[in-house]
């Protein structure tokens, strides 16, 4: 796409002023994001302009930063819009001059986001981005641990139809119910960095997608005791992988006082702190990026704004490792 260079990492600002968290947060931002693999990726697909006049699209580069922006701060499209009006940095970022430039409005940034699950962009851009920090040094190979998340959707029927999304169901975790849907991942057990993601309704049990959570080469396993009677299933049949899951909290508790009884004790802290590293993407989606509750309606929507979210989640995670690689 055409238009002028953008580069929020160049850009002088005018004050000496002490540099905000968010001015830093996206001065790193713009240096670990492969751009140009991701506008090569999204372009075959994006609007062209008219040869017969007319208004032309906003640049591609522009409309990327603004969705990634939406993502990192969990803005609608209308706080998006306004975000890009009255924030200098956010503006900035996305290479928008407020006196000659226009500013894309909501429906335009609407229209981005559908363009992106229209193609099943989103999965491709998780993919770019693990492409990416392959070939910076972070494969993700020996070991997976598999975990879910629960991510609540709406569950009040004040909307055009009236009723819940059909998509999203409820399900019970301790003594709580929760309506929405889950998220499942498949993390690399050194890095910490999420290799594979699947969203489904929050009722489906965590083990039904695990197969579609390995890559395959894992040579351990590590889940906690929701993934009990994970080698029994037909999909693990002829696997050499060693599975290393949690018993329940129940016959853990229930373990004799005895030198064997505390060992099994110390072997399951030991699953428990690899285990760990499984919460840091969590984390980083929930609590960074501010996603606790389903702005979207529809499975298809939030996959692909989720397999978004991993890819910025990795690149998060990643950045001090990227940033000594430039």
């Not at 969990?74 to 009006?85: K, N, R, T, Y």
């Not at 009884?261 to 960074?288: C, M, N, W, Y």
Request: proline share 5%.
């Amino acid at each position: 796409m055409g238009g002028k260079q953008l580069g929020f990492s160049d850009y002088e600002l005018t004050t000496a002023k002490k540099q905000t968290k968010r001015e830093k947060f996206l001065s790193e931002m713009e240096v670990v994001v492969p751009w140009q693999a991701l506008i090569d990726l999204i372009e075959p697909h994006y609007p062209k302009a008219s040869k017969k006049g007319g208004r032309p699209p906003y640049p591609l580069a522009t409309m990327l930063r603004i969705h990634l922006l939406q993502q990192w701060y969990s803005l609608s499209d209308p706080a998006m819009e306004e975000a890009l009006i009255e924030v200098p940095t956010m503006r900035r970022f996305a290479g928008i001059e407020l006196i000659s430039d226009r500013i894309p409005d909501e429906t335009t940034i609407l229209t981005f986001r559908h363009l992106l699950e229209k193609h099943g962009l989103g999965e491709q851009i998780f993919e770019v981005v693990k492409a990416h920090l392959s070939a910076r040094g972070m494969t993700m190979r020996q070991g997976t641990i598999v975990d879910a998340t629960l991510i609540a959707a709406p569950s009040s029927t004040k909307n055009k139809e009236g009723k819940r999304d059909p998509e999203m169901h409820q399900t019970k975790k301790g003594n709580q119910w929760y309506f929405g849907m889950k998220v499942h991942a498949g993390v690399d057990k050194d890095s910490g960095l999420i290799h594979s993601v699947v969203v489904t309704a929050a009722n489906v049990h965590d083990l039904t997608p695990v197969a579609e959570l390995l890559h395959g080469d894992e040579e351990v396993v590590y889940g906690d005791a929701g993934y009990q009677g994970i080698a029994k299933r037909p999909e693990m049949a002829g696997k050499a992988t060693e599975f290393r899951v949690a018993i329940r909290p129940g016959k853990r508790r229930a373990l004799p006082d005895t030198p064997d009884g505390k060992l099994q004790d110390l072997i399951e802290t030991a699953k428990a702190h690899i285990r760990s590293k499984v919460e840091h993407p969590f984390r980083v989606i929930k609590q960074q990026f501010g996603f606790q509750k389903t702005r979207l309606r529809g499975l298809a929507k939030n996959r692909c704004k989720i397999n978004v979210m991993a890819a910025l989640s990795n690149l998060f995670q990643a950045r001090r490792h990227l940033l000594a690689t430039v």
